[in-house]
């Protein structure tokens, strides 16, 4: 699962894996940090501790250099930018985000990805806010935690989706917003809270359960 917290800190992300629509890249380019993925051995190339500039100015490929390299940076006015005829939409799912993104001259988002409000601004599984019984004690407290203002952890859950999805909705109004329902994948639904008790262990997520392939138990 793409981990939005480390994301938000990090200078930039170099992956060996992965291509322009992967998580970390969408991720990335919503918090605007530099982001190369597909690399294949960048984990074994570059080392820890060790400085590195990252650029992904030129076009389709970023280049990796060794040490801190002067940047230039250049003020572009978004009022004197071109209007294209094919209309230029953000895939978002970020809604600490949205406000900061909506003053793009772009003509509405194009994709909110449930899961990533999900995962940024709830950080629980469904089932478990559902089944609080059948979780450790320890994921049961903590949602409790999170739902002390609500009354209940569904009426958590609930709030915290439609407040994710309408602080996007409202930065962006009125302008298109289109919301596709969730899609996690089992090993990034596995990462939320409480969600190791409600998803098996899958050798490739992407045609698994909830990928392009049915299984068995579900055909």
Do not use: W
Not at 70 to 93: F, R, W, Y
């Amino acid at each position: 699962m793409t981990k939005v917290p480390a994301i938000r800190m990090a200078s930039a992300v170099v992956t060996n894996r992965g291509g322009r629509t992967c998580h970390a890249a969408i991720v990335s380019r919503e918090l605007g940090v530099p982001c190369i993925v597909g690399t294949k051995d960048a984990t074994e190339t570059l080392k820890t501790g060790q400085p590195y500039t990252i650029d992904c100015s030129r076009g389709s490929e970023g280049q990796v250099y060794e040490g801190l390299s002067k940047i230039d940076k250049t003020l572009i006015q978004l009022d004197e930018l071109p209007i294209t005829k094919t209309e230029i939409k953000l895939i978002l799912g970020d809604p600490d985000s949205a406000l900061g993104h909506a003053s793009l001259p772009v003509k509405g988002v194009g994709l909110v990805r449930q899961e990533f409000v999900v995962a940024s601004h709830i950080g629980v599984h469904p089932n478990a806010v559902l089944n609080m019984n059948l979780i450790p004690e320890k994921d049961r407290q903590e949602i409790e935690r999170r739902a002390l203002n609500d009354a209940s952890p569904v009426d958590f859950f609930v709030r915290k989706l439609a407040e994710g999805v309408g602080s996007i909705a409202a930065a962006f109004y009125p302008r298109p917003v289109t919301v596709r329902l969730g899609d996690f994948k089992t090993n990034e639904y596995c990462q939320l809270i409480g969600g190791k008790m409600f998803e098996p262990n899958e050798e490739n997520p992407m045609i698994g359960l909830r990928g392009g392939k049915q299984n068995k138990e579900t055909s």
